[in-house]
């Protein structure tokens, strides 16, 4: 497939780059500067792009089989998440190209069965994190309503950290994933693999799902 990454030069995005050339798949790696190209494989095809700006985001997929966006907005700038994401969503509308997008864990329920979310549950999330959650969260609630991208939301679990590619994860919807000592975690490398299992055969075109161990 000929994939186009936003966010290509980010912690999570160089390891869905590295994951998609392993498996053979031509890469166009977008950043907002070209200052970010070193960071890219050789074997990317790098692009400049601004993810906010729709005709940009158009033109980076025109051609392309499929967008993933791995973008996060600085700290202090999480409410950006809503207008990059519109911004995604519409250019790859007009483009008549799939997007998978890398959300937040803020939607899931926490496995209790209380029917709290991550987000909504009192004093489950550290406070630095809280902004970027309540983003999160509306992200997705953008998705639930765009009815022309064939988009996919990928929600990592409660740790996502650089770690080791074992290849393996489990696969959930919309409740938390934990493991048997009850952490959620999972790394960005196997998050990457996840990515682009979906990727090469979609299982949630207009849904979301998470990963975790």
């Not at 005709?55 to 499929?66: I, N, S």
């Not at 250019?91 to 909504?120: C, F, K, Q």
């Not at 393996?168 to 990457?192: K, N, P």
């Amino acid at each position: 497939m000929n994939i186009t990454i936003f966010g290509a030069a980010g912690d999570v995005g160089t390891r869905i780059v590295d994951e998609a050339l392993a498996r053979g798949h031509e890469v166009a790696g977008v950043v907002r500067d070209k200052v970010q190209f070193d960071k890219l494989s050789t074997k990317v095809r790098c692009v400049v792009a601004d993810a906010s700006d729709p005709e940009q985001v158009r033109r980076a997929a025109h051609g392309q089989d499929l967008i993933i966006s791995a973008v996060r907005p600085p700290e202090g700038e999480e409410d950006a998440m809503i207008s990059l994401t519109r911004a995604l969503l519409d250019g790859a509308a007009v483009a008549g190209v799939r997007i998978l997008l890398v959300g937040g864990a803020a939607r899931l329920l926490l496995p209790d069965g209380g029917g709290e979310t991550v987000l909504s549950a009192a004093d489950f999330l550290p406070a630095s994190i809280v902004a970027i959650a309540r983003a999160s969260q509306a992200q997705y609630e953008l998705c639930l309503g765009e009815t022309r991208a064939a988009w996919t939301y990928l929600s990592p679990p409660g740790m996502l950290e650089p770690g080791e590619r074992t290849g393996r994860y489990r696969l959930g919807a919309d409740t938390l994933l934990v493991d048997e000592g009850g952490v959620s975690r999972i790394s960005m490398e196997d998050l990457a693999v996840a990515m682009l299992d979906e990727a090469e055969a979609p299982k949630h075109v207009r849904r979301a799902f998470t990963v975790g161990y």
